[in-house]
Every structure is written in structure tokens, then in C-alpha cells.
């Protein structure tokens, strides 16, 4: 009965306001709560209503063809298809083993042999485009606009390359940067930002805008450049000529740029466009829009792939302490990392930049210092897989060859890094590399690009994404760079689009006042807990330890927690939080829930809903803000601790604080 009435109430507004020459149709969520309405006339628009309150105005879209054709403006509607959908899909790899897939759908074909699907969640609104014609053409341009009712704030990430205005300049960025928060019409108009971003569409709505399903089509920035009360869509051009140049000749840099955005090459889907739209900060952190939204796997089997946790060099170094040899890119170094691994049950120890010749882009020539197969052999001796760093065009240029060469040496997977671009060949390229990698079974941690788009779910094998403004950072942000309320900013924004690859871990912990950058010996701002519970926050199914072995092993306590921490759940559950102040998440693996909570700058006592517990008393390990935490950020405490879903726990955060609860 639920589906003839949508279908009647679709039928019903276009009849009642063709006359006026425009077709309006409703679509709601499933839960009533969201509505939108799709106005087919002059132009193609949609708006959101949540609990009856508009917090996105009429936004037109539209897409701009050489062959003169404007899909969106003077369409002409041909036929609408409803659907609702309520499965549960299978999520390998993901926050939770199963999710539900509840929605309502309108498909607007129009004439012109084009589509526009809109979808409704109960926690957001989703449209996209589809091309039906055989024939190749060009996109010269998309409207993507973002109208609000009023000057609301947003939080937005900008771009931090190029010069103000020059958005050439700006489309080469690595997609890493914190956020500023200010009512839209004070954002900077000649900067572009880089989604995901949110907006605080009324003082109970907040509207995550973001995009999936990102295949072989450039990547969305949104500006405030037409000013208003809206955030308006900007992609990069087609490349028309490159450049090998960049960081150590590993890039290919865009000399100059088609006059269109992209290429079809017959009847294909375009990315969603999502606004996630929730009431409640905890709801937005536990979205699955992007990933319910993607593609799904294109991988039948999936047995060969293995998640799990990599100790890596780069960021603490290469220091070890108490050798007897010369730390560095060489074998006696990288055997230390395999035994801390071994020792530990760590899955896999990194290879990151070094190991092949410097300025080469040839992944065939490694260094001197290194006998690559004699590591792949001692580590898997040891149960531990190598896992190798790629700049991009270095794998890009032999990318079959160099898959199926290390592949059948023994190495496990690579990390390829400083794509640094989202245009349509870099989009496709994202895609490319996942499937070459899944033909030889190598997993692939795609550092140095944009923000993850559902291609994890397309390409299970894909198990982490960078675009993010992590841990790395530390080594040369100056004193007084706050990266702690961004921790506690990133649930609820950049996490919404999927896994990120943060490299949390460290053991040199220090206070907002104790905190300076050193590039050897780097440290973490926050306390040691807030670290610890970043493994259970924060979605990494490929996790690294960003410390020195030896600094891991003067801390047995804190290591031991995190090798036995895992990267991929059955369930979780967003417990308390609230963006840029404080988040608790709950997950389980089989029998055993972790809990984790992640504090910004001030302190503060928190009760800890346990409710999702079975009935019962329960044994739990508690690591918890030392009472001296607040001047020495190391300082914590274990306690083994006697918890019931009865009763909610009594924790207090220190400044930049945290805490794990591990119950069995």
C-alpha cells in the first residue's frame, strides 16, 4: 500500500500543476521525516524539508553538453519510475558486517536520452545523473548549486595550494587541511573547498554535503563565488597536457586544461550528489550513504583479502634505539620492524618512500641497500606481510608489470601516493588501480588523493584512503596548531564519505603547551588515551602504527591494546557526541565491544550509555586520562573494571583526552 501511494502522490502533482507549465513530485524518506521536492520547468530543481522546516532551497542541476543539449533546463519529462527498497547488504571490510539499505526512489527519464534519479534515506537526499545515448560527447560543465534558506555556517575544509582565485593552481592539492567554520557568505570566494563539508542548516539540522560513486568523472568543489546563500559546484577541466614533474618526479602536473570536464563514451551513471541530513550530531557520524550509495563489489571472492594493522617507518624516522647497526632504508632496519611485528601479531610492516632509486619513477630499481625478496621471505617466515609505498606515475607508467611482479615475489599490496588530483583521468585511474590490484590479490591503500567515494565497497581490496589532515602532519606543524579539535571534527565530517587513513599511534604524547614539531622524533598533541582510542573512533581497516618499535616496546601496555584492536567490525554504534567537542563510539567484533572516546581542548566528565550491552554483569579493561594527564599527556591509567548495561560509566577526559573500554 505504501508504494501505490507514492505513486499516487507523484501522479497527483504533476497533473496539478501542469497547467502552470512546470511538473512538481514529492519524494520522502522512508520515515517521512525528509521530504523533497523535485520541480521539472524552466529549470530542474530540488529542496529538503526535514520535519516539516526547509533546510536546502529549490537548487537547480544541470549538465552542459558540446553538443549544445542542456540537461536540467527546459527538460521535458517522458516517464517516472518509483521504487522502495529495505534490504540488508553484505559490507566486508566496513564499520558493520551488514547494513541496511532503506530508501525511496524517483526516476525522471527525460527526453533527450537522459535520466536524473533522486533518492530518499531517513538520513538524507541523494541525486544523479544517467547518460542513455550511444554516442560519445563532452560535459562542458555541471551545476551542482547548494541553496540554503538563509546565511547559515559551515565548517569547510579549503583547498591550501595555489594562490587565492587561481583555481588551476588549487585543482593539484592533496586534499589535506583543517576546517574553518563561518556563515557562507564570509567564506572565501576565490578558494575552492573540497568536500566532504557541513553546513548547520538551522540550529537542530545539520546537512553534510559529499559525493559517491566516483568513477572516471572529476571530483566536486564547491565555492561561495556567486555569493548569496549558496555553495556552488567547480571541477577540474580535462587534462590537455602533462608534465612528469613534482615531488621527486613521481607526479604528472597539468601544463593545460581542456574547455570541458569530462568525456562519456556512451550510456554510463554519473556520481550521486549526497546531502546527508541528520538532527543529531551521533547520526551524522553514523551514516552509510557513501558506501549504501556506491557501486556494488565487483570482486567474488574476497577470502584472499586481509585487513589488519602495519607498523611504519617513515613517520617516527626510521629511529630504533639499542642496535646495533645504522638505522636507515636497509635490510637490518626493516627486519627490526618485522620482529616488533612478529612479536606483536602485527599483519604487515610498510616499505614506505626510499626503497627504489630516488627520481627514477621505476619501481623495478630498488636500492642498494635493499635485497627486497630476502625481506619478503624473513617477514613471511615470521607471518608478516611487506607492503610497498608507489609514487603515483611510477605505478601508473608499468602498473600490470609491477603488480604482477611483486605480487608473485610475496609482497602483499602497495601504497600509492601523490596522485594529488581528482580530474577524470586521476578518478579513473583510482578505479584502475583497485582492479589491477585485485586481479593479482593485492590490497591497495591509496594515499595522497581525494576523499574516499565508494570504491571501497566497488573494490573490497581498497582498504584505506588518505584525504585527510592526519597524523603526519605533527612533524612540522608549528606550536600552537590546534590538530586536536580537528580530531574530534572528522567523525562527523570527513569520516561521513568512508575510511581514512590518519597513521595515529603515538607514544611521544604532549600537552598544548608542551607541543613542538620535530621531524625525527615526532609527537602527538592530546594525551596517550586520546591516541589509543583513535583505533576504535577513527575507520581504518589497513591501521598503522606510527611509532618506533622501540618506542612501542618501552610501552607494553599501550601496544599490546592496540595489536589486539581490529580494524574491520560487525557492528558499531555512535553512542554521544557533538562535532569539534567530543565523540564516543561503540564497536563490536563477535563477542567483544570496544568503546572509544576521543576529547577536544576542555576537560570534561562523561557517562557512557551501555545500554547496547546484554543483561548481565561484564568483564572490561579500562585505559583512561591519567589524573596528571592535563601536564603530562602520557599519563593514563589501566584498570580491570566490572560494567552492566544497567549502569552507565563515570569517565572523565583530560584536555585533548580519551579513553578505551574493552568488554568481553
Known amino acids: 500500500m505504501k508504494k501505490l501511494n507514492l505513486l499516487l502522490t507523484c501522479t497527483c502533482a504533476l497533473f496539478a500543476l501542469s497547467v502552470q507549465g512546470q511538473k512538481q513530485l514529492l519524494l520522502s524518506s522512508p520515515d517521512g521525516k525528509l521530504k523533497s521536492t523535485i520541480t521539472v520547468g524552466d529549470k530542474l530543481t530540488y529542496d529538503i524539508s526535514c520535519n516539516g522546516q526547509q533546510v536546502l532551497a529549490p537548487s537547480p542541476i544541470s549538465a552542459t553538453l558540446d553538443n549544445g543539449k542542456v540537461w536540467g533546463d527546459k527538460a521535458r519529462l517522458a516517464k517516472v519510475t518509483e521504487k522502495k527498497n529495505d534490504t540488508q547488504i553484505d559490507a566486508p571490510f566496513y564499520r558493520s558486517s551488514c547494513v541496511r539499505d532503506y530508501y525511496n526512489e524517483l526516476t525522471l527519464r527525460f527526453k533527450g536520452d537522459y535520466s536524473v534519479v533522486f533518492r530518499a534515506y531517513n538520513d538524507g537526499v541523494a541525486y544523479r545523473f544517467v547518460n542513455h545515448a550511444k554516442k560519445p560527447f563532452c560535459i562542458l560543465n555541471e551545476e551542482v548549486d547548494y541553496r540554503f534558506p538563509a546565511d547559515v555556517t559551515a565548517s569547510v575544509p579549503y583547498v591550501n595550494a595555489g594562490k587565492d582565485g587561481d583555481y588551476n593552481g588549487q585543482f593539484h592539492n592533496s586534499f589535506e587541511n583543517v576546517y574553518t567554520t563561518a556563515p557562507i557568505s564570509q567564506l572565501n570566494k576565490e578558494r575552492l573547498m573540497f568536500l566532504p563539508l557541513v553546513v548547520q542548516a538551522t540550529p537542530e539540522v545539520k546537512v553534510c554535503i559529499t559525493e559517491t560513486d566516483l568513477n572516471n568523472y572529476p571530483g566536486l568543489y564547491l565555492t561561495n563565488a556567486k555569493g548569496s546563500n549558496s555553495l556552488s559546484g567547480i571541477q577540474a577541466p580535462y587534462p590537455k597536457t602533462m608534465k612528469q614533474g613534482g615531488h621527486n618526479n613521481l607526479q604528472m602536473r597539468v601544463q593545460t586544461r581542456e574547455e570541458y570536464i569530462?568525456?562519456?563514451?556512451?550510456?554510463?551513471?554519473?556520481?550521486?550528489?549526497?546531502?546527508?541530513?541528520?538532527?543529531?550530531?551521533?547520526?551524522?557520524?553514523?551514516?552509510?550513504?557513501?558506501?549504501?550509495?556506491?557501486?556494488?563489489?565487483?570482486?567474488?571472492?574476497?577470502?584472499?583479502?586481509?585487513?589488519?594493522?602495519?607498523?611504519?617507518?617513515?613517520?617516527?624516522?626510521?629511529?630504533?634505539?639499542?642496535?646495533?647497526?645504522?638505522?636507515?632504508?636497509?635490510?637490518?632496519?626493516?627486519?627490526?620492524?618485522?620482529?616488533?611485528?612478529?612479536?606483536?601479531?602485527?599483519?604487515?610492516?610498510?616499505?614506505?618512500?626510499?626503497?627504489?632509486?630516488?627520481?627514477?619513477?621505476?619501481?623495478?630499481?630498488?636500492?642498494?641497500?635493499?635485497?627486497?625478496?630476502?625481506?619478503?621471505?624473513?617477514?613471511?617466515?615470521?607471518?608478516?606481510?611487506?607492503?610497498?609505498?608507489?609514487?603515483?606515475?611510477?605505478?601508473?607508467?608499468?602498473?600490470?608489470?609491477?603488480?604482477?611482479?611483486?605480487?608473485?615475489?610475496?609482497?602483499?599490496?602497495?601504497?600509492?601516493?601523490?596522485?594529488?588530483?581528482?580530474?577524470?583521468?586521476?578518478?579513473?585511474?583510482?578505479?584502475?588501480?583497485?582492479?589491477?590490484?585485485?586481479?593479482?590479490?593485492?590490497?591497495?591503500?591509496?594515499?595522497?588523493?581525494?576523499k574516499p567515494a565508494g570504491l571501497n565497497r566497488t573494490y573490497p581490496n581498497v582498504l584505506n584512503f588518505e584525504g585527510v589532515h592526519g597524523l603526519e602532519q605533527m612533524k612540522w606543524r608549528p606550536a600552537g596548531f590546534d590538530q586536536i579539535t580537528y580530531d574530534v571534527m572528522i567523525p562527523f565530517i570527513r569520516q561521513v564519505a568512508g575510511l581514512m587513513d590518519y597513521t595515529q599511534g603515538a607514544m611521544r604524547n604532549a600537552t598544548r603547551e608542551n607541543y613542538y614539531p620535530s621531524y625525527s622524533e615526532p609527537m602527538s598533541q592530546g594525551t596517550r588515551c586520546h591516541q589509543l582510542a583513535m583505533y576504535i573512533v577513527l575507520e581504518s581497516p589497513f591501521n598503522m602504527l606510527c611509532d618506533s618499535p622501540s618506542n612501542y616496546m618501552r610501552e607494553p601496555e599501550s601496544t599490546s591494546f592496540i595489536a589486539q584492536v581490529p580494524t574491520v567490525w560487525d557492528e558499531t554504534v555512535v553512542l554521544d557526541g557533538k562535532m569539534g567537542e567530543y565523540i564516543i563510539t561503540a564497536r563490536r567484533k563477535g563477542d567483544t565491544w570496544f568503546v572509544g572516546g576521543l576529547n577536544n581542548w576542555d576537560a570534561r566528565d562523561v557517562e557512557v550509555d551501555l545500554s547496547f550491552l546484554s543483561s548481565g554483569s561484564h568483564k572490561a579493561v579500562l585505559f583512561k586520562d591519567g589524573v596528571n594527564a592535563h601536564r603530562t599527556a602520557r599519563d593514563y591509567k589501566r584498570e580491570e573494571v566490572s560494567v552492566s548495561s544497567a549502569q552507565p560509566l563515570k569517565v572523565h577526559l583530560a584536555p585533548g583526552g580519551g579513553f578505551t573500554l574493552q568488554i568481553d
Open 262 to 450: 569530462a568525456k562519456v563514451d556512451g550510456p554510463r551513471n554519473f556520481p550521486w550528489r549526497v546531502a546527508v541530513v541528520t538532527t543529531r550530531d551521533t547520526q551524522l557520524a553514523a551514516s552509510n550513504l557513501s558506501y549504501l550509495l556506491a557501486e556494488p563489489s565487483k570482486l567474488s571472492d574476497t577470502s584472499w583479502i586481509k585487513p589488519g594493522k602495519v607498523a611504519w617507518e617513515w613517520w617516527n624516522d626510521w629511529n630504533l634505539c639499542g642496535v646495533d647497526f645504522k638505522t636507515g632504508v636497509n635490510n637490518a632496519t626493516y627486519k627490526a620492524y618485522i620482529d616488533f611485528a612478529s612479536q606483536y601479531g602485527i599483519e604487515y610492516v610498510i616499505l614506505d618512500e626510499g626503497w627504489a632509486v630516488n627520481l627514477e619513477a621505476d619501481l623495478m630499481q630498488v636500492v642498494k641497500e635493499i635485497d627486497l625478496k630476502e625481506l619478503v621471505d624473513y617477514a613471511a617466515a615470521r607471518n608478516v606481510g611487506i607492503i610497498l609505498w608507489a609514487g603515483y606515475y611510477a605505478f601508473e607508467r608499468d602498473m600490470e608489470n609491477v603488480c604482477r611482479y611483486f605480487s608473485e615475489m610475496g609482497v602483499k599490496g602497495f601504497k600509492v601516493d601523490f596522485m594529488d588530483r581528482d580530474d577524470q583521468l586521476m578518478t579513473d585511474f583510482n578505479h584502475r588501480a583497485a582492479a589491477m590490484c585485485a586481479k593479482y590479490h593485492l590490497i591497495l591503500d591509496l594515499h595522497g588523493t581525494h
